[in-house]
DNA sequence: AGTGAAATGAATCTGTA
DNA sequence: TACAGATTCATTTCACT
């Protein structure tokens, strides 16, 4: 990981599909150059993805939540397998404090989003925290070159 | 949005680089049309960004958390023009409950995040959550075809 | 909206330093 | 690790349904 690399992961953040052709001119070196850093990236890790950020509301997915569950330990492994499973979540992860998982959701409809935190309930209690609006949208870290 | 952009919108999140003849093969129509579809995607707004997803540790980011801040309303456009210009934050939204916003940010270290935890103080009281792990890290939403 | 065929443009492969 | 040139491959344009 050098400062070309950096610079790449940067563009790319940015814009997925940008052209290993425009990458090369921006980086000052060649398109084979360029797609081998970047297939070394896709192979060591540091790039886990491509992924393209839809608005889901125009996709009929208008309410967007945090739930906090309170999960004890031991029942982890079958939470984590019953959440992967379900479209609707789109980031789970494992957090401090009094509520051990915050997951983020998208339905479309506030009846969806309840019956999803029914089925919650056999894992933990849950606090769920809608999302009025989202100033910061999904974006990447920008790194310093 | 027909179930072909719908099939299109489920590729494209789960690799944002696919080509547009891979795409053409898979739902039975030609590139060029693809392309267009693509296109007024784009501009209806459906289609947001392409991103890249990349592994926060392996860019030096070992620290991921959430923090909750108590903003009043009217702060609340200050917090927005301050929270936007700080790269570590990937994500902020505005949410219901006791706490009105929600951040996702990384930090290099743990020195960092608590500098940045002070920085928000003068908008309102914060409550932090670390990340231990992600057992589902940022997806799309699978829309049905 | 959709297409096929031609033209353009981009990515990969081979050679080489 | 990097490149330049040749080949292969993908994308766009356009005339037409």
Redesign the pocket.
């Known amino acids: 990981m050098d400062a070309?690399d950096r610079k790449i992961i940067n563009r790319l953040q940015q814009n997925a599909r940008v052209?290993?052709?425009e990458l090369a001119k921006e980086c000052y070196?060649?398109?084979?150059?360029i797609?081998?850093?970047i297939r070394h990236m896709e192979k060591s890790g540091v790039i886990k993805n491509y992924y393209t950020l839809i608005d889901p509301k125009k996709a009929g997915y208008h309410i967007k939540a945090f739930i906090n569950v309170k999960v004890e330990p031991a029942d982890k492994a079958a939470f984590y397998t019953y959440i992967r499973d379900v479209p609707n979540v789109l980031e789970c992860n494992c957090i401090s404090g009094e509520f051990s998982m915050l997951i983020k959701v998208i339905f479309e409809s506030t009846e969806l989003l309840d019956s999803f935190i029914n089925s919650l309930q056999k894992f933990g209690k849950t606090n769920t925290q809608i999302v009025f609006s989202t100033p910061v949208d999904v974006r990447g870290i920008h790194l310093s070159e």
């Open positions: 070309i052209s290993l052709k070196i060649s398109p084979p150059t797609s081998a850093r």
